[in-house]
């Protein structure tokens, strides 16, 4: 295992030779670093707006920040359209409540484009926006709103948002409140918000995964996911309260085939090297591969060891991706999936997980590790989850569950030696 205090170094390094890169709107000393961030998707049938929801509309989203700063940007995505998105009086404003499409007074920012308060995103692309000088605290709720005068002709969107969406039609995107709004627990066409802040000063720990880590029964607007329990002990440490937590986790994501969303390998470099500031990985991603593959039923021992040499292969990708741009990666051992209907895990299987474990646990592998595993399983039978800990599904933790996830991260991790 590279020791923390090395890491950290060469991240700094790094973070600040690139500083010209992620510069404040070039101010001297200061830099970018995400805040929220989620990952980009085409939304199934079910989880797409209608498109005369979005046909002369107001969208009103509600994101948390992790850090804060007086400074911020956002990213608006038509990632996955297929014809270019009009974007109107895109503005931001302190939530006054993540249950409700109510901002606080006064607190309402029109935010730009190259001075413009539209603007026009290529198929494929995302935008990025002037900065905003609006004082954002740690763990706060931010009205993300536009106007849609035209619906996407193929949506962008994140559907495991946990957090409700409004949506209303006519441009209400500077109005306080939007009554009788329309709501969905989606977002679309928002991809991230950054903060500036001296360069240096803070970092970001991005934590790519599937529905575990995109919180998969997690109530809406209660912000209980691991990575949201991860974020308010971070916060709580004077050690490590100056680090953000990225989100990006896709329900079902696998890591070597397209599934619900594109596989883990093919966004990586977007949903982490790209992200600004990032300086810590946490990779949780492959009980949805081996889901998959005991759905197709039976297969040989061939068969299986060509799935898990896949898998490392796949894993090994993305540490080599991460050390270039000096990101540490950490890899979080699988958790127990035993009495999941969903993935049917057999004796060949459950092999497959340990070894899998096994290899992430390998010294040299990751940079660290976190042991989701042995945080979770069952000491009387551990292919499967502790009750206390179970959401009663055999595959995703219980909110107590979650909770017990970040409390097994060792934010010693994240702290200079």
């Known amino acids: 295992m590279v020791p923390t205090r090395l ?15 992620v510069s404040a709107s070039e101010t001297p000393g200061l830099c970018w670093t995400g805040t929220w961030a989620s990952s980009q998707q085409v939304p199934e049938e079910h989880n797409a ?11 009103r989203q509600i994101v948390r920040t992790t850090i804060g700063g ?3 940007r956002l990213r608006l995505s038509n990632l ?9 009086s895109v503005r931001v404003a302190a939530s006054a409540d993540p249950g409700s499409p109510r901002i606080v007074d ?16 290529p198929a494929g692309a995302e935008a990025l926006s002037d900065p905003v000088d609006l004082t954002v605290a740690p763990m706060s709720h931010l009205a993300i709103s536009f106007h849609l005068p035209d619906p996407p002709e193929r949506q962008t969107s994140h559907p495991g948002s946990r957090a409700t969406s409004y949506f209303v039609a006519g441009d209400r995107s500077a109005a306080v409140d939007l009554p009788g709004a329309g709501t969905v627990t989606h977002w679309y066409q928002l991809g991230g918000v950054d903060v500036a802040t001296a360069c240096g000063a803070v970092a970001a720990i991005v934590t790519l995964g599937d529905s575990i880590t995109d919180g998969f029964g997690v109530a809406p607007d209660s912000d209980t996911r691991w990575p949201d329990f991860l974020a308010r002990r971070l916060r709580a440490d004077p050690r490590t309260g100056h680090l953000a937590v ?12 397209d599934g619900l969303g594109p596989n883990t390998l093919a966004r990586f470099d977007r949903d982490v090297l790209l992200q600004p500031g990032a300086r810590f990985l946490i990779l949780l991603v492959g009980v949805n591969d081996l889901g998959v593959f005991a759905h197709e039923g039976p297969a040989t021992p061939e068969a299986h060891r060509a799935l898990v040499a896949n898998m490392i292969g796949a894993y090994r990708q993305m540490v080599a991706r991460a050390r270039e741009r000096r990101i540490m990666a950490i890899g979080a051992t699988l958790p127990p999936i035993g009495g999941s209907d969903y993935l049917r895990a057999d004796p060949a299987i459950e092999a497959d997980r340990q070894t899998l474990n096994a290899w992430i646990r390998t010294p040299g592998h990751f940079d660290a590790v976190i042991d989701f595993d042995a945080a979770l399983r069952d000491p009387a039978d551990p292919t499967r989850m502790r009750a206390d800990v179970n959401s009663g599904d055999g595959l995703h933790p219980s909110i107590a569950g979650y909770e017990a996830m970040a409390r097994a991260v060792d934010l010693g991790l994240f702290v200079g030696e």
Not at 49 to 59: V, Y
Not at 80 to 88: A, C, K, S, V
């Open 7 to 21: 890491w950290l170094l060469a991240a700094a390094a790094i973070f600040a030779s690139s500083a010209a890169a």
């Open 246 to 257: 990225l989100n990006h986790g896709i329900g079902g994501n696998r890591l070597l085939r």
């Open 80 to 88: 996955f359209g297929t014809e270019p998105l009009r974007l109107r």
């Open 70 to 72: 007086d400074r911020i």
């Open 106 to 121: 006064g607190s309402d920012r029109t935010v730009t484009f190259g001075g413009s308060d539209s603007v026009l995103i």
């Open 49 to 59: 707006l209608g498109r005369e929801s979005l046909d002369d509309a107001t969208l």
